[in-house]
Structures are given as structure tokens and as C-alpha cells.
């Protein structure tokens, strides 16, 4: 069974960078490719991008210029860096994993989410 | 980007009733080569990560009850509860996965009536 787990700050300071970190367990980040989501306090779903083990990624158009993403296959870990960051960004982030070896797939496994606020 | 409607937003039913959620792409997210839908549903209920429910806009994955389907004619989408129980009371979102970005619906809300 894939288990996947976020970890990271839950407090980011506006103008700063939010950086999370999904760590894989049950299976291997190799050949398979993995996407941030992130869900605003009461809201609906945004996807922020994916990335491939190869370190080949796709981002959200709207938030491109702000992120990164990578993986660790060492550590079975893949991250999410985004910065600057404002109020806006407050959201819970989820990682997940895509069902085929595919960038065009649904989410199969996702991780329980963490909340990040930014706040000064 | 492709633009996901759903309706309605919220949808109260009774027990045992059927519900009917409805879902609007902005444009085709059917791959004419494999004829599929790139079309996903998901279930959030408070707390928790979504989970997938149906891809190919009606392929139900495994260990989810067969009360649950999906459908597809043209762009519009159609998950359906057969039979509503306690436990579905949920929000619902709608997905695709054709291009990017990927984009979900606004979700709706199945409560008990």
C-alpha cells in the first residue's frame, strides 16, 4: 500500500518561500510521476504541477514563475519550493500520486495534506 | 485553460434516494485515438484527501461500491449515487486530466435531506 506524507513549515512569512517536502513509503518514486495540489480554507482544488523521477516537470501556467519542484529518488522524496509567497498561498498542500506512469493520469494516493499559512 | 462546472453546488437527498451530480468541461477532453474520456471524479469528506472514485470518466477503481457511476455524453459528465447512504455525504469534484493545467470543478456538496 503507497503512503505519502508532507512535511514542512505551517507557517510561512509573506515574501518568503514555502517549502514542503512529500516523502513515499510502501513504493518507489521511480517510474511513476507525482503533482502537488493545494485546497485554500474552505475552498475547492487548484493543481500547482508534476514531476517525473527523470526531473522532467509540468507547472500550473498561473504559478509557474514561483515554482519548483524536484525529486530525491534516494530518499524516495519528491518537494515543492514556491516564492515568492503571499496571504494568498494559504492553503492545505497535498501530494499525490498519478494512478499510470503517465503526466496525463488521475490521483491515486494522496497524501493527508498540511495546512501552510502565511502570515507575518 | 479547460473550465470544469459542476452542478449544482449543493444537493440534499434523502437516504436510499438516487443523487445526480453534473459536470461541464469548456471543451472536449476526449482522446479520439483511445476514445477516452480524460475525466475523474473524487470524494472529500471534511479532514481527509480526496480519493479517487472513477477515471476514464467511468472506470470505478477498486473497493469502491458499485453504487457509485460515472457517465459521459459529449463534454457534459455525470456522477451518480444509486442508492445514498450515510456515508456518501460528501463533497464531490469533478476532473480533467486532458491538458494543462489540470483544472477541477467547484465541487458539490451531497448532504442528507
Known amino acids: 500500500q503507497v503512503q505519502l506524507q508532507e512535511s514542512g513549515p505551517g507557517l510561512v512569512k509573506p515574501s518568503e518561500t514555502l517549502s514542503l517536502t512529500c516523502t513515499v513509503s510502501g513504493g518507489s518514486i521511480s517510474s511513476s510521476y507525482w503533482s502537488w495540489i493545494r485546497q485554500p480554507p474552505g475552498k475547492g482544488l487548484e493543481w500547482i504541477g508534476y514531476?517525473?523521477?527523470?526531473?522532467?516537470?509540468n507547472y500550473n501556467p498561473s504559478l509557474k514563475s514561483r515554482v519548483t519542484m524536484s525529486v530525491d529518488t534516494s530518499n524516495n522524496q519528491f518537494s515543492l519550493k514556491m516564492s515568492p509567497v503571499t496571504v494568498a498561498d494559504t492553503a492545505v498542500y497535498y501530494c499525490?500520486?498519478?494512478?499510470?506512469?503517465?503526466?496525463?493520469?488521475?490521483?491515486?494516493?494522496w497524501g493527508q495534506g498540511t495546512l501552510v499559512t502565511v502570515s507575518s | 485553460d479547460i473550465v470544469m462546472t459542476q452542478s449544482p453546488d449543493s444537493l440534499p437527498v434523502s437516504l436510499g434516494e438516487r443523487a445526480t451530480i453534473n459536470c461541464k468541461s469548456s471543451?472536449?477532453?476526449?482522446?479520439?485515438?483511445?476514445?477516452?474520456?480524460?475525466l475523474a471524479w473524487y470524494q472529500q469528506k471534511p479532514g481527509q484527501p480526496p480519493k479517487l472514485l472513477i477515471s476514464?470518466?467511468?472506470t470505478r477503481e477498486s473497493g469502491v461500491p458499485d453504487r457509485f457511476s460515472g457517465s459521459a455524453s459529449g463534454t457534459d459528465f455525470t456522477l451518480t449515487i444509486s442508492s445514498l447512504q450515510a456515508e456518501d455525504v460528501a463533497v464531490y469534484y469533478c476532473?480533467?486530466?486532458?491538458?494543462?493545467?489540470?483544472?477541477f470543478g467547484q465541487g458539490t456538496k451531497v448532504e442528507i435531506k
Open positions: 476514464w470518466a467511468s
Open positions: 476532473q480533467q486530466y486532458y491538458s494543462t493545467p489540470r483544472t
Open positions: 471543451q472536449s477532453v476526449l482522446y479520439t485515438p483511445n476514445n477516452k474520456n480524460y
Open positions: 514531476v517525473h523521477e527523470s526531473g522532467s516537470t
Open positions: 499525490a500520486r498519478h494512478k499510470i506512469v503517465s503526466g496525463t493520469s488521475a490521483f491515486d494516493y
